[in-house]
C-alpha cells in the first residue's frame, strides 16, 4: 500500500492563479481531511469529507474549495490563489471517524508570490 | 475559539534524558491524542487517549488523560535521537473539528 500520497510536493504561484492540490489514498478509507500548516503552529483544518459526494468545511475553509466523487481522491481547490494561501497542504485520511487513527500524506509545500 | 497551550514551546535536551511536555485547555474533550511530525513530513498517531485519568505506554512514551478532561501530558524516557521532531497534542471538538496544539519541538543538544 502506498498509503496516503500527494502530489505536487512543491508549488509556486503567482497570486490569482488557480491550482488544484491532489491527495490520493489506497487504505478504503471513508473519512479524508485536508489541512494546512503555517510556521510555528500546529495544523489546521480546512475542508473534510465522511464518505464520497459528502464534503464540509472546517475551522479555516475560505478560498478553498473540494469535491469527493471516489472513495480514493480528496482534491483542494484554490481558485484565486492570495499570499496569504502560503503554506503546507497536508491531506489525511482515517478509517470511519474522525476519532480514528488519522495517516497523514507528506505534504504540498505552496508558495504564493 | 478553543485553544490548546502546549508547553513548553521547544526544548533541547541530551541523549539519554528523559523528556516532559503537556498540553492545557480551557474546554473540557473526552479524547486526547498526541502526534509526532518528523521534519519535511506528515504527523504520526503516537498515542490515543479516550478515558479521564487513563495512563497509556508505548514504548519509551508514556501519556496521560488528565483526569478534569482539560489537560493531557506526554513523557518521552532515555531519549535517542530519533525522538527529535514536532510534538502536538490534538483533541476533538464537536461537529467534527479536531484542533492541533501549537507543539512542542524537541532538539538534541549536540
Known amino acids: 500500500n502506498a498509503g496516503v500520497t500527494q502530489t505536487p510536493k512543491f508549488q509556486v504561484l503567482k497570486t490569482g492563479q488557480s491550482m488544484t492540490l491532489q491527495c490520493a489514498q489506497d487504505?478504503?478509507?471513508?473519512?479524508m481531511s485536508w489541512y494546512r500548516q503555517d510556521p510555528g503552529m500546529g495544523l489546521r483544518l480546512i475542508h473534510y469529507?465522511?464518505?464520497?459526494?459528502?464534503?464540509d468545511q472546517g475551522e479555516v475553509p475560505n478560498g478553498y474549495n473540494v469535491s469527493r466523487s471516489t472513495t480514493e481522491d480528496f482534491p483542494l481547490r484554490l481558485l484565486s490563489a492570495a499570499p496569504s494561501q502560503t503554506s503546507v497542504y497536508f491531506c489525511?485520511?482515517?478509517?470511519?471517524?474522525?476519532?480514528?487513527?488519522?495517516?497523514f500524506g507528506p505534504g504540498t509545500r505552496l508558495t504564493v508570490l | 475559539g478553543q485553544q490548546l497551550n502546549q508547553s513548553p514551546q521547544s526544548m533541547f535536551i541530551q541523549e539519554g534524558e528523559d523528556v516532559s511536555m503537556n498540553c492545557t485547555s480551557s474546554?473540557?474533550?473526552?479524547?486526547w491524542l498526541w502526534y509526532k511530525q518528523d521534519p519535511g513530513e506528515g504527523p504520526v498517531l503516537l498515542i490515543a487517549?479516550?478515558?479521564?485519568?487513563e495512563l497509556t505506554s508505548n514504548g519509551r512514551l508514556t501519556a496521560q488523560f488528565g483526569i478534569t478532561r482539560k489537560d493531557s501530558f506526554l513523557n518521552i524516557s532515555a531519549s535517542i535521537p530519533s525522538d527529535v521532531g514536532i510534538y502536538f497534542c490534538?483533541?476533538?471538538?464537536?461537529?467534527?473539528?479536531?484542533?492541533f496544539g501549537s507543539g512542542t519541538r524537541l532538539s538534541i543538544r549536540p
Open positions: 489525511a485520511s482515517s478509517s470511519g471517524r474522525l476519532t480514528d487513527t488519522q495517516y
Open positions: 487504505m478504503n478509507h471513508e473519512y
Open positions: 469529507s465522511v464518505g464520497a459526494g459528502i464534503t
Open positions: 474546554s473540557i474533550f473526552n479524547t
Open positions: 487517549l479516550y478515558k479521564a485519568g
Open positions: 490534538v483533541v476533538y471538538s464537536s461537529a467534527s473539528k479536531i484542533i
